[in-house]
């Protein structure tokens, strides 16, 4: 069920202020470098099935997004992420609605 796997923006800021989240920027290392949501990592989509997630924390949520709501991607790598035995997540509004809603973010190298 995709219910399940979706998370709206107030959830993820609520998790971001509790540290008991990892969030996962999917989309390009140039879109990363643009502007992500505080403290994103980067696995990028089309390498997500074979990523080494030793680097995650098996004890926090996990939550991927992209770019919009158009963009499937964060669900399909919820799932992956789920199948490989974390706690996953997708916001569906993506780097486009976290911006508009003047959350908290960041760009550049980390």
């Not at 980067?42 to 997500?48: A, E, L």
Request: with cysteine.
């Amino acid at each position: 069920m995709v219910d399940d796997l979706i998370i709206n923006a107030k959830q993820l800021l609520e998790l971001l202020n509790s540290d008991s989240v990892s969030v996962v920027h999917i989309m390009s290392r140039k879109a990363f470098l643009e502007y992500r949501i505080k403290n994103s990592i980067w696995i990028p989509f089309n390498k997500i099935e074979d990523h080494d997630f030793s680097s995650l924390d098996r004890k926090k949520t996990i939550v991927t997004y992209c770019k919009d709501s158009s963009c499937m991607s964060s669900l399909f790598a919820a799932r992956i992420l789920r199948e490989n035995g974390f706690n996953a997540l997708a916001y569906r509004g993506g780097i486009m609605e976290w911006r508009s809603l003047g959350y908290p973010s960041e760009f550049g190298e980390t």
